[in-house]
């Protein structure tokens, strides 16, 4: 007979824990389970992985399968060693899939089928279904606020001849006040069925906010470009400007230059501290689009000479 190595098959490493080992035989199961996968050689795969877990589970049959040595090759002719389970006491039992006679002649050779659980036969495959994750559209001013939004989702699935198919169905959430971009947020047992009695999966959605015609969102806070007329910025004036909460009156310092920022703490989206709104100046320049506004820029070019390209030495 053929030696097996229960570790390749399950794709563990020889220390693995017993917490990799159950999630490594949950994601394999999910992936060859005869009822869901498509791959041609999933029944024999299922199988191999449940022989697996069976052995890699128990710390009794664990223990003594590792005293058999890592020499041994997978597809190597084996035969058990003399007293090779001495001192070992194997507990029936628990069996993953169906009764110890699917399993192969090397598994029997080791354990024997006088191991089996009498209802083993009787227990079903369970497996927790898979996460899904779906993106989730908001404004800005949701996040201000919080809102209820119901959304379509397309589920994949396969029909009663394994074909892929989109299943969609409508779910409410729950947008709270402050949330960020990129944020997760998880709804529980909305995710892929389980198989067997096994429970359902979550549903992870992430928050990605539409484009805004006035801020640039990063984390908590927000960035605006404020536009100023010339003798605004230069001799200082008290102007209005938008937030998401509403109009304020800001105070725009004498002598301001294109590019500088000013900060209101508070203002950005909200959480305990909220963000703050970053404002950067840009100075907007009236058309010369008149005899008198043309006059007016010849006259400024003779009475300030002012060159803006000093600073480069030009």
Same mark, same amino acid.
């Given at each position: 007979?053929?030696?097996?190595?229960?570790? @390749?098959?399950?794709?563990?490493?020889?220390?693995?824990?017993?917490?990799?080992?159950?999630?490594?035989?949950?994601?394999?199961?999910?992936?060859?389970?005869?009822?869901? $996968?498509?791959?041609?050689? !999933?029944? &024999?795969?299922?199988? /191999?992985?449940?022989?697996?877990? /069976?052995?890699?589970?128990?710390?009794?049959?664990?223990?003594?399968?590792?005293?058999?040595?890592?020499?041994?090759?997978?597809?190597?002719?084996?035969?058990?060693?003399?007293?090779?389970?001495?001192?070992?006491?194997?507990?029936?039992?628990?069996?993953?899939?169906?009764?110890? $006679?699917?399993?192969?002649?090397?598994?029997?050779?080791?354990? %024997?089928?006088?191991?089996?659980? #009498?209802?083993? !036969?009787?227990?079903?495959? &369970?497996?927790?279904?898979?996460?899904?994750h779906a993106k989730v559209l908001i404004d800005l001013e949701d996040a201000y606020h919080g809102t209820t939004q119901a959304l379509t989702l397309h589920d994949p699935e396969a029909d009663?001849?394994?074909?892929?198919?989109?299943?969609?169905?409508?779910?409410?959430?729950?947008?709270?006040?402050?949330?960020?971009?990129?944020?997760?947020?998880?709804?529980?047992? @909305?995710?892929?069925? %389980?198989?067997?009695?096994?429970?359902? %999966?979550?549903?992870?959605?992430?928050?990605?906010?539409?484009?805004? #015609?006035?801020?640039?969102? +990063?984390?908590?806070?927000?960035?605006?470009?404020?536009?100023?007329?010339?003798?605004?910025a230069a001799l200082g004036a008290t102007v209005e400007a938008p937030t998401p909460g509403g109009h304020v009156t800001l105070t725009i310092p004498a002598g301001s230059t294109g590019g500088?920022?000013?900060?209101?703490?508070?203002?950005?989206?909200?959480?305990?501290?909220?963000?703050?709104?970053?404002?950067?100046? +840009?100075?907007?320049?009236?058309?010369?689009?008149?005899?008198?506004?043309?006059?007016?820029? &010849?006259?400024?070019?003779?009475?300030?000479?002012?060159?803006?390209?000093?600073?480069? %030495?030009?």
């Open positions: 007979m053929e030696y097996k190595d229960y570790y @390749q098959i399950m794709g563990v490493a020889r220390d693995a824990t017993q917490d990799e080992i159950k999630r490594a035989y949950l994601k394999q199961a999910r992936k060859y389970h005869p009822d869901v $996968s498509k791959e041609a050689d !999933a029944e &024999r795969r299922f199988k /191999e992985i449940g022989e697996a877990y /069976e052995v890699l589970k128990d710390p009794q049959k664990r223990a003594a399968y590792d005293q058999l040595g890592a020499h041994w090759k997978a597809g190597q002719e084996f035969r058990p060693p003399p007293g090779w389970d001495a001192g070992f006491e194997f507990r029936g039992g628990g069996f993953t899939q169906g009764d110890a $006679s699917a399993f192969s002649d090397f598994f029997e050779s080791l354990f %024997g089928r006088r191991y089996a659980s #009498p209802h083993a !036969a009787r227990t079903p495959f &369970r497996a927790r279904g898979e996460d899904r009663g001849q394994r074909r892929s198919k989109t299943r969609s169905r409508r779910v409410k959430v729950r947008i709270p006040k402050g949330v960020t971009q990129g944020q997760q947020i998880r709804l529980s047992g @909305q995710g892929a069925p %389980g198989f067997g009695q096994g429970p359902a %999966g979550d549903l992870y959605l992430e928050i990605e906010f539409r484009p805004h #015609p006035l801020y640039r969102v +990063q984390d908590h806070d927000l960035y605006l470009e404020l536009p100023l007329a010339p003798w605004e500088r920022k000013l900060r209101l703490k508070g203002r950005g989206i909200p959480d305990s501290p909220p963000g703050d709104l970053y404002v950067t100046l +840009q100075i907007a320049l009236p058309p010369a689009d008149s005899e008198k506004a043309k006059a007016l820029y &010849r006259q400024m070019k003779q009475d300030l000479n002012f060159n803006p390209r000093a600073r480069l %030495g030009v």
